[in-house]
Nanobody
Framework: QVQLVESGGGSVQAGGSLRLSCAASGVILWINDMGWYRQAPGKQRELVARITDGGTSNYADDVKGRFTISRDNSKKIVYLQMNSLKPADTAVYYC???????????????WGQGTQVTVSS
């Protein structure tokens, strides 16, 4: 069974920084894409950033230049460094990963439980 466990959320003032981490564990043959999504109250879950196993990343327009996604393949961890945080960044942040669990098996998407990020003005 695969688990994704996020950490690093919290409360900060506008302009501050946080670093989120997400560690994958379980029966894992290979992790393809990894990413971060967020969901604010009353809104749909949206992509924040994704990174491929080769290190290619893409970002939502409103976080470009402020957030940086990275990953450590050997540790099966994906990070999200968030700088210059704004109140509009307040949301529950979810880790997502596309994981292959065995030979001959298709990759499947997994989600973490979410971590709250609150930015006050």
């Amino acid at each position: 069974q695969v688990q994704l466990v996020e950490s690093g959320g919290g409360s900060v003032q506008a302009g501050g920084s946080l670093r989120l981490s997400c560690a994958a564990s379980g029966v894992i043959l290979w992790i393809n894409d990894m990413g971060w999504y967020r969901q604010a109250p009353g809104k749909q879950r949206e992509l924040v950033a994704r990174i491929t196993d080769g290190g290619t990343s893409n970002y939502a327009d409103d976080v470009k230049g402020r957030f940086t996604i990275s990953r450590d393949n050997s540790k099966k961890i994906v990070y999200l460094q968030m700088n210059s945080l704004k109140p509009a960044d307040t949301a529950v942040y979810y880790c997502n990963a596309l994981i292959t669990t065995g030979l001959g098996r298709s990759a499947a998407g997994y989600w973490g439980q979410g971590t709250q990020v609150t930015v006050s003005s």
